[in-house]
């Protein structure tokens, strides 16, 4: 493992271990022999918010130094104000928290420093795009050491992004030659007590799965609107047959996909994905599919809430579709979005789904969850924008599901429904 951790070739490290497999203790570890090993470099320890830090991995960088007998004062000082370590030879250890705020959105706190390395503890709680920040910061004595910039990550097993960059790659042979991923479980950690393990597995099945033996295909479930288990029966149900419907994401900016869903009854028995197409040509899309599947113009529904307002536009008698409007039926959520989602997953065991896009459906709906739940006020689900932070992309696919529920919803509404 430390050849990894040093080596030429492999500059960004996934470590991916599961629940007390020492991850953050290895962390520090390596942040601190790095520091001892060239003088006057500077690393960076970071987690989402600096008061988890100090609480936990600041905590085990202590642990680390008095295992190694390491004493402040003597071979390091402390600046608390600041927040960094100083070894005797002039290597700096710097916390930095990488939440994503609202009031910094391009990460310009953190765009001054000067690094040659840096580790996130729990890296599943940290965006992409925080990530991608403070990789750019990795240039500090590369040269005079001949070093390469290094980025270590630990986590969890997790479907956010760290899945689509790291672990699936990985587990395809497809990862690339400056990244490495290192899984580990608690079997490996000779310190773990046989007690630990024995109460962790009488844990919920998500929780054994992802904590105990590193299963990266399970989710954390805890306020899932749906199980993974009940997501992975949704391609095989056998719904029964009825009208024909489609429903549209539209791409809006960045890596949006235009998602287009072909519906029998609640099957959807394809799925049309397209990049970087405009409105005439998303327009075009429904048309041929429409004449293809001979679907009435009522039972095709866009979402609105961006650019596809364009293309319903185009489309007279679709259903323009409206996330953030009121929901139906005088029903108790805060908007027609979490309304829908909710009927989504009331349904899930009479939907069925196609194989096509599988992994990406399922990480769509996995990322879903209930927002505040323990509030008496509406019901809600967490926003699209922290779903795209969690799993790097926006959730396109289950969108796209989640729009024909509003037929459904529509079905048990007593008067005319005006749009």
């Not at 942040?31 to 991995?57: D, N, V």
């Not at 405009?278 to 866009?302: A, S």
């Not at 696919?397 to 509404?413: A, C, Q």
Request: with cysteine.
């Amino acid at each position: 493992m430390w050849n990894y951790l040093f080596d030429k070739d492999n500059t960004q490290i996934l470590f991916g271990g599961a629940a007390r497999v020492s991850k953050s203790y290895l962390l520090c570890a390596w942040a601190t022999i790095y520091c001892l090993a060239f003088p006057q470099i500077h690393g960076a320890i970071c987690r989402s918010r600096l008061t988890s830090l100090k609480k936990t991995t600041l905590q085990t960088l202590f642990e680390f130094f008095r295992h190694q007998g390491l004493k402040e004062d003597k071979h390091f000082t402390f600046n608390r104000g600041d927040m960094v370590i100083t070894f005797q030879n002039g290597s700096k250890i710097f916390f930095i928290e990488l939440y994503n705020n609202p009031s910094d959105p391009d990460f310009d706190r953190i765009m001054s420093l000067s690094l040659t390395f840096a580790g996130v503890d729990e890296v599943s709680e940290i965006s992409e795009n925080a990530i991608n920040k403070l990789q750019t910061r990795l240039s500090h004595m590369l040269i005079e050491y001949n070093l390469k910039p290094k980025l270590l990550l630990v986590s969890n097993p997790n479907r956010g992004w760290l899945y689509n960059k790291y672990y699936k790659p990985f587990k395809s042979n497809e990862l690339p030659k400056y990244r490495k991923v290192i899984l580990g479980l608690p079997d490996d950690n000779s310190y773990v007590s046989r007690d630990y393990i024995d109460n962790l597995e009488q844990l919920d099945q998500g929780t054994v799965q992802r904590l105990r033996w590193g299963n990266w295909e399970y989710a954390d479930e805890d306020f899932n609107i749906i199980s993974y288990d009940q997501i992975l029966q949704m391609f095989y149900n056998d719904p029964i047959a009825g009208e024909k419907y489609i429903s549209c994401d539209v791409a809006n900016i960045g890596n949006d996909k235009t998602v287009i869903g072909v519906w029998n009854g609640l099957e959807c028995f394809n799925i049309y994905t397209y990049d970087k197409a405009d409105t005439p040509m998303v327009v075009n899309y429904i048309k041929e599919k429409m004449k293809t599947f001979n679907v009435k113009i009522k039972n095709v529904i866009i979402d609105a809430d961006g650019l596809g307002i364009g293309v319903a536009d185009y489309l007279k008698g679709c259903v323009p579709f409206k996330g953030g409007s009121s929901a139906l039926n005088n029903e108790n959520y805060r908007n027609l979005r979490s309304q829908c989602y909710m009927k989504l997953a009331d349904l899930s065991d009479q939907i069925k789904l196609v194989d096509k896009h599988r992994d990406e459906i399922i990480q769509d709906l996995q990322a879903h969850r209930l927002n505040d739940p323990d509030s008496e006020g509406k019901t809600s689900i967490i926003s699209k924008d922290k779903i795209k932070q969690h799993i790097g992309r926006s959730p396109d696919y289950s969108d796209m599901l989640m729009m024909r529920m509003y037929y459904e919803m529509k079905r048990v509404r007593h008067k005319t429904i005006i749009y």
